[in-house]
């Protein structure tokens, strides 16, 4: 029986999609069955960034209201054979589907995969308990902005009150430069205020917007310090310690970064 | 004839007694009566048989009801006789018996309760009396009690205790960073009248319904009362 996880922020914009992408596409490549649900029903995209827009067939609505079987819908990637995508309707809306119908889908793909990453439309309303319905395990997303990290705040509460348990927190595009000179929420501000454990920090990368252009997600590059942070992400998944990447050469933010793993 | 009409008054007993003491008089009125009985006996007093220690400079009167429960009608009734004589002011209305609703009010304000946990953005923690939270209070988070509220944690959301409209209750935070403060009906956020200053335990309170902020060892000068309320 595998694991259901979903990725979720509150606050869109934030790379919920992009940290899906990533993370199934890492997982997929140290070797577990993955595969990746998008429930943002109208608004879909985990398929454009990961390359498969052109495969889809049938998508998550056809399989809840019937239309066809759930290995039907989903779409192998060509390039990871353990590594597949079941996409959202582009033409109908988030009512189209309900938590029950979300549980027994993701039900069904624990029995067949190691990982089933959920990716989670931006909101509280039926779009994100549709994702967390049939979730295990949450990651929240979130970005060092005041709104971003508000909203996170947010979701945490309402992540309390469903099943799934004490969430993981990501904190994607941080710009070091910025952080430094105090115009950027620094890693321990935001660790003090949502109080959840750190499971990754991605630096902010010209690379990821270039990748997810391409189709092609990001961790494929070996030289990308996003790539690095979101195939570390992956790996402490797995139960590794790996310690957190320095966002720069400086040491003073290396050991700070180290501290809340518990390593020092 | 005669003799019988002596023994009818000596059995009646009085319904209404008046005592004088150093802080005026007080009125005890008997409780196993009907209260139609007692308006009677009191109006009689008041009117016509007591007109000589009833007069004169003015006094401070207590009534003492006893075991009888009047309604704030009836209160009004007894009331309204005392105060035909002009130099009568009365002070209290007491009685040794209250409502299941008032008792169960009373209790309520005294309670104590203690939460374990953080109140996130758009969660709200609302309660009955005086408030012990272990945890944080996140900005978008609000926390609101009829009593005080004591925060031992870092509060950056919103606290409103007195929400019933009691002014003597305060707000005291071990971190004290909030959005917005309110005590009874008064609103106020940082940096208007108060700034936070140490860092360390600080409480909220009203002085002349305007918000203040001081550290924690003012407390006993401003609220000594705080520590005695309960039983």
Known sequence: MGIGIVVTSGKGGVGKTTTSANLGTALALLGQKVCMVDTDIGLRNLDVVMGLENRIIYDLVDVAEGACRLPQALIKDKRFENLALLPAAQTKDKSAVSPEQM??????????????????????????????????????????????VRDADRIIGLLEREKVGMPKLVINRVRSHMVKNGD?????DILDLLAIDLIGVVPDDDHVIKSANQGEPAVMNHESRASIAYRNIARRLLGEAVPLQPLEEKVGVFHRMRKFFGLK | MVSVEVKQVTTVKSKVT??????????????????????????????????????????????????????????????QIIRQKGNLVIHTVEADVITREEALAERLKTQFSVKVNTVRSGQVLEYD????????????????????????GHLRGYAHAGISGDSQVIIAAAVMSPTQLRIADVISKPG????????????????????????????????????????
């Open chain 2, 129 to 152: 009396g005086d408030l012990l939270l272990l945890g944080d209070v996140n900005p978008g988070g609000i926390v609101r009690s009829t009593g005080n509220i004591y925060v031992l």
């Open chain 2, 18 to 79: 008046i005592k004088g003491t150093k802080e005026g008089l007080v009125f005890f009125m008997d409780d196993a009566c009907s209260f139609d009985e007692l308006l009677a006996d009191l109006r009689e007093k008041i009117e016509h048989s007591h007109q000589q220690i009833l007069s004169g400079p003015l006094i401070r009167v207590s009534i003492k009801l006893g075991k009888r429960y009047c309604t704030p009608e009836q209160q009004e009734q007894l009331t």
């Open chain 2, 192 to 231: 208007e009248e108060w700034t936070t200053n140490s860092g360390g335990t600080e409480f909220a309170y009203l002085e002349n319904d305007t918000m203040l902020v001081a550290k924690m060892n003012y407390l006993p000068r401003i609220r000594p009362e705080l520590g005695e309320q309960r039983l």
């Open chain 1, 103 to 148: 549980n027994e889908i993701v039900t069904q793909l624990k029995r067949e995969y190691d990982y089933v990453i959920i990716d989670c439309p931006a909101g509280i309303e039926q779009g994100f308990r549709n994702a967390v319905a049939g979730a295990d395990q949450a990651i929240v997303v979130t970005t060092p902005e005041k709104a971003a």
């Open chain 1, 184 to 188: 950027m929420l620094d890693v321990e």
